[in-house]
């Protein structure tokens, strides 16, 4: 069921981020890299509407992300994501994406304008799996990715044929933070 989704992930992924990255940093390349996979093995197939609800958790920072396609668009498909983490505050961005490859074209963070950075990972294993989260028990694939500047390794457990905007379910990153987990809790598929 998820042979093309294998065969794609085995490839090196190029993913944006910042050197000193932010709470905020940390999750948004999460999403990324589950995006640019997305866009390898079936292209961007959102629809306006399209919404994933995530809890967010970093030890002692709790807090919320929603990921919503706002608009398709001659030059993009663009992505709105939301993050709540408490004390440690809110940020809104809105990226737009090419919808072949994923790739981020711009990126609008609080209302000012981001160059969009760059990361080096690759991929390491893929398998299939089965993960429960908050919205559910699904069939998966899991993917181990390290990025290769700071040896760090992300396990991310997607499922793009049935999760819109990415199809991440969970991931796990190491950060300078501590630990960040993010488990989907809802979603809304048009």
């Not at 948004?28 to 292209?43: L, S």
């Not at 290769?148 to 933070?177: C, R, V």
Request: glycine content about 6%; overall charge negative.
């Amino acid at each position: 069921m998820f042979k093309a989704i294998i065969a794609a992930l085995g490839l090196a992924v190029s993913v944006q981020a910042q050197a000193a990255p932010t709470v905020f940093d940390v999750v948004r390349n999460i999403q990324q890299v589950a995006v640019m996979d997305q866009a390898r093995t079936q292209g961007l197939d959102w629809k306006v509407g399209d919404e994933n609800n995530y809890n967010l958790d970093m030890g002692f920072i709790k807090g919320s992300m929603t990921m919503r396609c706002s608009q398709v668009a001659a030059d993009g498909i663009w992505m709105d994501q939301d993050m709540d983490l408490g004390f440690a505050g809110k940020q809104k961005a809105q990226i737009l994406l090419d919808p072949n490859t994923g790739e981020i074209k711009r990126m609008v963070v609080n209302g000012q304008d981001q160059q969009v950075p760059k990361q080096n990972v690759e991929i390491v294993e893929v398998k299939e799996a089965n993960i429960t989260v908050p919205a559910g028990t699904f069939d998966c694939i899991h993917a181990r990715i390290n990025d290769k500047d700071t040896n760090q390794e992300t396990n991310a457990w997607i499922n793009p044929q049935l999760i819109p905007l990415s199809g991440m379910l969970k991931t796990i990153q190491p950060s300078q933070f501590g630990q960040v987990t993010v488990e989907l809790k809802s979603f809304r598929k048009n």
